[in-house]
């Protein structure tokens, strides 16, 4: 087993200040208050962060169309679209808009991402919570998502000659677009747990994407018992039979309780989970974001996945510096109206354990 260093953190101060406009559910902060709770907590001291280089061209041309990737430079160079660009790639349509840095924030995800993955190339953890954009096409946006920086960091893997990859995405929206760009690839395996029905609506339990995927769709209220019972009958077994040479996992935080765009009912600790049993797993490990819509529950879960990766203990109330963080942040919904105090004071949310469904059960083989 490579000796691992210690894991390193990849940021930009590109997410601060960023939206994808208001009204739009990406209005919302998210990495930037991750990095300032991380901070606040004195888990992020300046030798384990990196400040993540904007993509080349050429990197993200590995996967993307050049001239999509064009017209990503002409959106935000002239803060507008044509009509032609709309139709053909999908920007400033469908969730989709064009906003200030519609070029270079997807592009320093991406970058982030590459670098993550040369990083871990002699073995060890980067976590990248501004990746995680698992929808975007080779062509065109979707689902918020420009790029997909999953797709372009495993691509480094492969070709740094690291195989095989284990993707796995715990985002409540089905990994649709790394599945499609490794379909039937015998190198890469990837793992969605989704909200069943859920757009993009892909992502059947029979859904194997010529034998590299395997998915989990669940059912609404989805919870933290269902999550382990998956994660211990199926995941694990599926990761370790691969024998993974990198692991990449997705970890968007939109499957918790409190988000606004699913039904699922995790609690935080279910994500810590994940991520803990899938760290040891193999000598190289990339873990990003992904969803996540409530501003409080996104910080929470992802600095507590930066603490997983660290074997940091999570205080039972968060210190001063750590609530100041949190209490001012703005929620046009209505549950950022009248927020509870827990999501000031505390990081890990209370368990939500409940009964394990057959729907669940029927995921596992051994219990089929
Ligand atoms: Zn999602």
Known sequence: ???????????????????????????????????????????LPDEVYREAPMATVAQVTRFHDPAYVAALQRAEAEQQVSEADKQRFAIGVAGNPVYA?????????????????????PGGIVYCPGGGTHHGRADRASGFCYLNDPVLGILSWLDQGISPVAYVDIDAHHGDGVQDAFAGDPRVKTISVHEEGRWPRTGRADDTAGGSARNFPVPAGFNDSEMRVLLEGAILPEVRALKPAAIFVQCGADALEEDPLSQLSLSNNAHWSVVGALRDLAPRLIVTGGGGYNPWTVARCWAGVWATLNGYDIPQLLPPA?????????????????????WFTTLRDAPREGMVRPEILALIPETA
Not at 322 to 337: D, F, I, K, W
């Open 1 to 43: 087993m490579v000796v691992m260093s210690r894991p390193l953190f990849i940021g930009s101060e590109i997410y601060r200040n960023s939206t994808y406009g208001k009204g739009h559910p990406l209005a919302v902060p998210r990495v930037s208050t991750t990095i300032d709770l991380c901070r606040a907590l004195g888990w």
């Open 101 to 121: 840095e519609i070029f270079r924030r997807p592009m320093t995800s991406a970058g982030g991402v590459l670098l993550a993955a040369r990083l871990t190339a």
């Open 322 to 342: 750590a609530e100041a963080v949190l209490r001012p942040l703005v929620y046009n919904r209505a549950a950022g109206r009248n927020p509870p105090d827990h």
